[in-house]
């Protein structure tokens, strides 16, 4: 049975269904899912990420949280956290970086919130000798000082769609048309959690909720707080996201959402004004393009030094990679960066309050 059959026969018994429900089994479904049965990264997959483009970003980004634990007086032992970490290379390039901070490596227990067992495998590999931990969920996180990465990670986590109707709302699920599965509307009602969106919506307009991000980050700032500890967080998106920002990629191209469920990534913009007040118990930086934080951390000079030990073709790749992680008109204005410290701790090299 493939997951069409499985979310149609569904659909048959149980109605429509919300979209967080949709994105989560064509992600996490445990035989078909996306993210569970292949790797995606990478110039073969469907997408590359930042850390597969090159070395110089997982370095710069373990140099930036290295200089923030030195900052707060080297706590040991702390976690090193990513969420989502794909093929653990950001983790693998931040830790050899990092090997020239006296004592960092040596205190961090390596810690993973990762939900595809098929990328664990893959992350472990990446990471041999480090021995690092999986946790399931994220109240599973050590009560220690805390410094996390996530890179691409807010956009994987399931929204719901609403569209605006008076004063209430009418939420966008995923039902069957003639068959096949096809996007509708449900009853109109009101929605508590989206009072502030009324104010700057009109009727017809569509707004995405991301739920399951607020808590994620309102624990990592809470262990933040509580023992110290820092966060760097990457990814696409605007303030307060207004319409449609589901996206489906299959090999490297645009897909429909609802065309091959569990063959396509799906993601959606993520909505910085939630992540920024979902950390509000720490202090975070100002959004940052990636391309300015990442020169204002020195990728120029690190990817000078690199081209002297390159030629031909692995030149131009590394060139072009460069590039592509800093123009404005490739990744570097795109994505953006903000950061996460306890209040009146300095704020991590690269950004500012
Ligand atoms: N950070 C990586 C990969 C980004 S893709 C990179 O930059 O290359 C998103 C990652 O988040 C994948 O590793 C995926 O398996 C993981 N993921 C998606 N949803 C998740 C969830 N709900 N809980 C934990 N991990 C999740």
Redesign the pocket.
Same mark, same amino acid.
């Given at each position: 049975m493939s997951l069409s059959d499985i979310l149609t026969s569904q659909i048959i018994s149980q109605g429509p269904m919300r979209l967080d429900s949709y994105m989560?089994t064509c992600?996490?479904h445990p035989e078909h899912g996306y993210?569970t049965t292949r790797t995606?990264?990478g110039a073969a997959g469907d997408f590359i990420?930042?850390?597969?483009i090159s070395q110089m970003f997982g370095e710069l980004v373990g140099l930036s949280l290295a200089q923030a634990w030195l900052n707060q007086g080297a706590p040991k032992p702390f976690s090193l956290v990513?969420?989502?970490?794909?093929?653990g290379?950001?983790m693998a390039d931040a830790l050899r970086a990092c090997s020239s901070v006296a004592g960092f490596v040596d205190a961090a227990d390596i810690i993973l919130?990762?939900?595809?067992p098929a990328?664990r495998a893959i992350q472990g590999k990446a990471l041999t000798g480090f021995a690092p931990q999986w946790i399931d969920t994220i109240e599973d996180l050590p009560k220690q000082s805390t410094f996390f990465i $996530?890179?691409?990670?807010f956009d $994987?986590?399931p929204i719901r769609q609403f569209v605006r109707d008076g004063a209430n709302w009418r939420e966008r699920q995923v039902g069957l048309q003639d068959g096949a599965l096809a996007f509708g509307l449900g009853p109109t009602q009101p929605q508590p959690a989206l009072m502030h969106r009324i104010e700057d919506t009109k009727d017809g307009d569509l707004i995405e909720d991301c739920a399951?991000a607020a808590p994620i980050l309102s624990i990592l700032c809470e262990r933040i707080k509580a023992y110290g500890g820092a966060g760097l967080v990457f990814d696409y998106g605007d303030w307060r996201t207004l319409g449609d920002t589901l996206q489906a990629i299959q090999n490297h191209a645009p897909a429909d959402p609802l065309a091959a469920p569990g063959h396509a990534d799906l993601t959606a913009h993520v909505d910085f004004e939630a992540l920024l007040h979902a950390s509000a118990s720490c202090t975070p930086s100002r959004i940052t393009p990636q391309g300015v934080f990442l020169e204002r951390l020195g990728i120029t000079p690190r990817a000078q030094a690199l081209a002297q030990t390159l030629s031909g073709e692995a030149l131009e790749t590394h060139v072009a990679a460069h590039r592509r992680l800093t123009h404005p008109q490739e990744m570097g204005n795109l994505f953006k960066v903000f950061g996460i410290v306890p209040e009146g701790k300095p704020m991590l090299p690269g950004l500012d309050i």
């Open positions: 989560t992600l996490l993210y995606p990264f990420t930042a850390p597969e990513e969420l989502g970490p794909g093929r290379t950001l919130l990762e939900a595809s990328l $996530a890179n691409e990670f $994987a986590l399951a």
